[in-house]
């Protein structure tokens, strides 16, 4: 039997417009499960410290830093590029169990706990709280500390922490060019350069604070708890999404803070600063 021509041309237009609702669709799904991680407030954070100038730096260069750093290092942005970055990577049933794992019982504990220990608005209160507790802790730490390890592994959070130190750490290099501040840094390469030969010193000193950040954020779990939850994020769907979130991360900040540093370098050069 053939169809009326308004129906067929109906059924052409869903047809056409399927694919693109089907999507809007997974990207709203992947969205909700990275907030349901508390992806948006470490998101915010990582915001609000690349916006921040550093305190030592003078007056006119902490102006110059707001300015050019306005408008990046977007924590919508980070959110939106991780939520694209998802897609095809997990199946239907690895969303679902992923969302029932996280929304309830340990999962919803711990993303609560994560969430709580990165609040930026609350940041100074935190900082003063965790160096407190870890000043606190005895000698019995030692048998907590492979666990937290453990944890930081499947976290992939050295990485991700050592990507954030060095790009920060390069626009503030650039600010401090920008002022003359360090003697036989003139440029860009310079700065990459000398980043590159002190990577192995950040990174021991980034590994000590990842599990500095473990002990007080996860201190009021048991180690049994510690131990099924570091299980969990070993799953592959987990370990693909800390991978997608690690990478936006990383692709946002790595971009902005060339630019930021550019940005400083360049008024310095024009003698505005």
């Known amino acids: 039997m053939k169809l009326p021509a308004r129906i067929t041309f109906f059924l052409g237009a869903i047809l056409l417009v399927w694919p693109a609702l089907a999507h809007a669709q997974d990207l709203e799904q992947s969205r909700a499960l990275l907030r349901l991680i508390g992806y948006d407030v470490a998101a915010r954070q990582i915001e609000t410290e690349f916006r921040n100038p550093p305190d030592r730096f003078p007056p006119e260069m902490r102006a110059a830093w707001r300015s050019a750093a306005e408008g990046r290092f977007r924590a919508e942005e980070i959110l939106e590029t991780a939520a694209l970055g998802m897609e095809n990577r997990l199946e239907p049933d690895e969303f679902t169990a992923l969302e029932a794992y996280l929304g309830d019982g340990l999962g919803a504990r711990v993303t609560a706990l994560e969430t709580a220990a990165q609040d930026p608005d609350d940041a100074a209160r935190i900082e003063a709280e965790k160096q407190a507790y870890l000043e606190s802790l005895g000698s019995d730490f030692a048998a907590r500390f492979d666990l937290l390890k453990e944890c930081a592994q499947a976290l992939q959070m050295v990485e991700t922490s050592l990507a954030l130190v060095l790009n920060v750490s390069y ?76 990478r936006a991360i990383e692709q946002v900040v790595r971009r902005d803070s060339r630019a930021l540093g550019r940005d400083l370098i360049r008024l310095s050069r024009a003698e505005r600063l």
């Open 171 to 246: 626009s503030i290099s650039s600010g401090m060019v920008a002022t003359g501040e360090v003697p036989g840094l003139t440029d860009e390469q310079d700065i990459l350069e000398t980043l590159a030969m002190q990577e192995p010193q950040i990174r021991a000193v980034v590994e000590r604070n990842v599990i500095g950040t473990l002990a007080y954020t996860y201190r009021d779990l048991t180690d049994k708890e510690l131990r099924a939850y570091t299980g969990f994020l070993q799953t592959e769907p987990a370990r693909a999404i800390y991978s997608v979130m690690e």
